[in-house]
């Protein structure tokens, strides 16, 4: 029996709309665990940071005696930081900021009429919560994949939240809190889950009267709990996006190593059980001699039992197509978070995909790469969403804001379109907003 479930497609790809009702994906249900998340949104609206703290002892094992992390403690991890880790996060922190900072938008004004512009001006969100997991993993990475674009936008005040550590006396992993001090980041806050949502909306006082000030925007990954709870408080605060479960597609023909190929589905499936690792190819052969390194290669890796369940979950699989192109059509349906183009000409492949959250072209850009070390960003649009919606980058940090500027003349030019308008939409006060200004009209 193949260790990934197989679909043939060969010979017929349905439509994108059967393609996406068909295709592995997990199946996550925000909806049912709302009714879990709202009564802890709700006290910490109503208590803050004691029912925070309580929340704390209860899921994380945990009171911490504070919620902002003391300096000090950001300074020392970072001074107890491997240093082969604080140098591979430098490096990754410079190539981040090295990207990001060519996706930093300028104003624009534009000349409508003599008299008359409008200018585009990008302004920063004020203050965001960025947010750093810690479950089955630790993602220093995520902090620099966070922070960097928020930094590079111009966002004058931002926090960290990661959930308070048993092992680590309740302060946040000191990989985090490195990473943390690395990026110049002074405010950190110990708390996770739904929990840390809700108090990055409403705000709260600290056990030592210190004010905790509420956020505009928060931006980074976490589980199903932390994601029902952004959308009870959308609107209250902005969001990035309700990010599911990771997933890698590969696309893949006879050309590409089955080992590369193997290796690059279990990097996925190491997140989580639900993580998808899906393979589409127009070649049985590759799909044969990727089974046979999936089965030499999970029982090598540290993760074994949990790579095994997600790669045996129905959210994975590998299809089955009869061509590239036919290949392309199915990934473009599928719109994967992490899209691998392992073909032939994959340049020019990966050329021609419209739907994914980031493309890893040939055989020397792994999802690893982008995960760590490329110089992108690795908080990505996952379940679909990224037929839709783009990976965070600068322009999460930014709105854009049109100032309109128009002298008595351009607007005395205009003035009887604006009326014609307006009555024939039966607004008329709004024609006679514009009249007003002229006594000779």
């Known amino acids: 029996m193949p260790m990934l479930s197989r679909t043939d497609l060969r010979g017929h790809v349905p439509s994108p709309a059967h393609l996406r009702a068909t295709m592995p994906r997990a199946e996550v249900d925000v909806d049912a665990v709302l009714h879990q998340v709202r009564p802890i949104v709700d006290a910490v609206r109503d208590r803050g940071v004691p029912a925070v703290l309580e929340f704390a002892e209860k899921f994380d094992r945990i009171r911490p005696g504070s919620v902002r992390v003391p300096a000090d403690r950001l300074a020392q991890a970072l001074a107890d930081l491997d240093p082969r880790v604080r140098e591979a996060l430098e490096e990754s922190i410079a190539r981040a900021r090295k990207v990001h900072a060519d996706q930093r938008r300028t104003d624009k004004t534009t000349e409508v009429v003599p008299g008359g512009t409008v200018t585009e001006r990008w302004v920063p969100v004020g203050r965001v919560g960025l947010y750093a997991p810690g479950g089955l993993a630790v993602y220093p990475s995520s902090v620099v994949m966070n922070v960097v674009p928020a930094q590079t936008a111009g966002v004058g005040s931002l926090v960290v939240c990661s959930p308070p550590q048993a092992e680590h006396g309740g302060l946040p992993h000191p990989t985090i809190l490195a990473a943390c001090a690395l990026l110049d980041v002074e405010e950190v806050w110990a708390v996770g ?232 939409e039966d607004l008329p006060a709004h024609g006679q907003a514009v009249t007003a200004r002229f006594k000779d009209a």
């Open 193 to 424: 889950g739904a929990q840390a949502i809700a108090l990055l909306a409403y705000g709260g006082v600290d056990t030592d009267g210190a004010e905790l000030e509420a956020v505009d925007l928060v931006t980074g990954p976490g589980n199903i709990y932390m994601t029902a709870a952004k959308r009870l408080l959308r609107g209250l605060l902005g969001i990035d996006a309700e990010a599911g479960p990771t997933e890698i597609a590969i696309l893949a023909d006879d050309t590409a190593d089955p080992a590369h190929v193997a290796a690059d589905l279990i990097s996925q499936a190491e997140h989580d059980t639900l993580a998808a690792s899906v393979l589409v190819t127009d070649s049985e052969r590759l799909a044969d001699a990727v089974d046979i390194e999936l089965r030499k290669q999970v029982g090598a890796t540290k993760h074994s039992a949990r790579v095994a369940e997600a790669l045996a979950g129905r959210q994975s699989g590998c299809i089955l197509v009869s061509t590239v192109d036919d290949g392309l059509r199915v990934v473009d349906a599928y719109a994967a978070e992490h899209l691998e183009i392992q073909t032939a000409d994959a340049r020019a492949v990966a050329a021609r995909v419209r739907n994914a959250g980031a493309v890893f072209v040939g055989a020397y850009a792994p999802v690893s790469l982008g995960d760590y070390c490329a110089g992108s960003n690795h908080v990505l649009p996952t379940g679909g969403c990224a037929r839709h919606s783009s990976g965070l980058s600068v322009q999460t940090f930014l709105r854009g804001i049109h100032v309109i500027d128009y002298t008595e003349d351009a607007l005395r030019d205009v003035a009887d379109k604006v009326v014609a308008l307006a009555n024939a």
